[in-house]
């Protein structure tokens, strides 16, 4: 497809480097900004251009902030002593989206998976065991290991599970079961089986 | 979902804002260019801002542009006594990709439609009636009308026809009938019908 235009062409090839983002889609998109007032398109562009330039993430918990500590960490509200550990920061999203959650995070950065080349040096492990080991705020009575349920995320925590008993802190992961809401007979076999052992006194 | 960070949450609500991207997609995008080389980011922030500041539209067509004066309207080898009326620029693209059209172009901006209060004078009619009596590089010999086949379209098309009749064009419109590859059996009744009335001789 030839533009008639290359400002217009740059944006449309800008934009297709998006996730997910085609050129037809991001033809649809620049077309639309065109006609947006240009108010709005430069609040669009300079927000994105601070993504860059102004975002840092947390020193302690490698999650998103505007600041050098984020609103989690250093909210006095929060359980210091407590770290959930999350593989990237949609998942401390969902997880603070339960409202269930009152401790702190701590963001690997993705999962060991030799695979796709991801190994234990590409993650924030060190400094996840340097919280344990002193550098948390108080010291860590507990590590909920929260990552996801494929054979990279149990690899990740089996080699942390590793690292972290020496230090003597309690090691726990998410419980696996049937969905809220899920009827057995749909449910898969692994799942379901893993309902069974790991069940818990009803609480009526 | 509440974000930990005042400029993600910024940069999300902003690209919210561009058509069918919902919140969830928009948050994708965001992450995905805290991750990208900031020279990338600041690219696209800045392609993006000169879709406003920078981009133009053709004095002549209203067809996007860099410049006053299109590559189409501007090009000698443009049979410039042909102009094909379309809806909008993606249009003009569709049109240049078949390869089949060698003429110039007018952009109306979209059609006449009472209910989303789009009017005669909304759209670039008049520019286009200038163009016929005299304005375009040379005199105009035919207009086709190539606006979609919806109540709008052909509103939009009698209309114009109505103009440009008493100024001594000649008046055409895009064929209609079965698509290329398709079988008569699943056309709709009303293509069918039309493919019948303006059948044409055969080109062996």
């Known amino acids: 497809m030839e533009l008639p235009s290359t400002i217009l062409s740059q944006a449309v090839d800008a934009l297709a480097t998006l996730p997910g983002v085609g050129r037809r889609s991001a033809l649809r998109y620049a077309l639309h900004l065109m006609k947006e007032p240009e108010g709005e398109v ?6 994105l251009s601070r993504l860059k330039t102004d975002l840092r993430t947390c020193r302690l918990c490698h999650c998103v902030s505007d600041s050098d500590l984020c609103p989690i960490c250093s909210s006095p509200k929060r359980q210091q002593n407590v770290i959930c550990v999350v593989e990237n920061v949609q998942d401390v999203m969902a997880i603070e989206n339960t409202q269930q959650y009152r401790g702190l995070y701590h963001v690997l950065g993705g999962v060991i998976s030799p695979i796709d080349g991801v190994g234990i040096r590409d993650l924030n492990i060190d400094s996840l065991l340097d919280r344990v080991r002193g550098t948390n705020p108080v010291p860590v009575d507990e590590v909920i290991l ?3 349920t494929t054979m990279e995320g149990d690899t990740t925590n089996f080699y942390l599970n590793k690292q972290l008993q020496p230090l003597g802190v309690k090691v726990s992961t998410l ?3 049937i969905a809220v809401g899920d009827s057995l007979e749909y449910a898969d076999e692994i799942t379901l089986g893993r309902s069974i052992v790991g069940r818990i ?3 009526g």
Do not use: D, K, V
Not at 42 to 47: G, Q, Y
């Open 146 to 148: 929260a990552l996801p």
């Open 175 to 177: 419980a696996r079961g």
């Open 42 to 47: 430069l609040h669009l562009a300079e927000s």
């Open 201 to 203: 006194p009803f609480a």
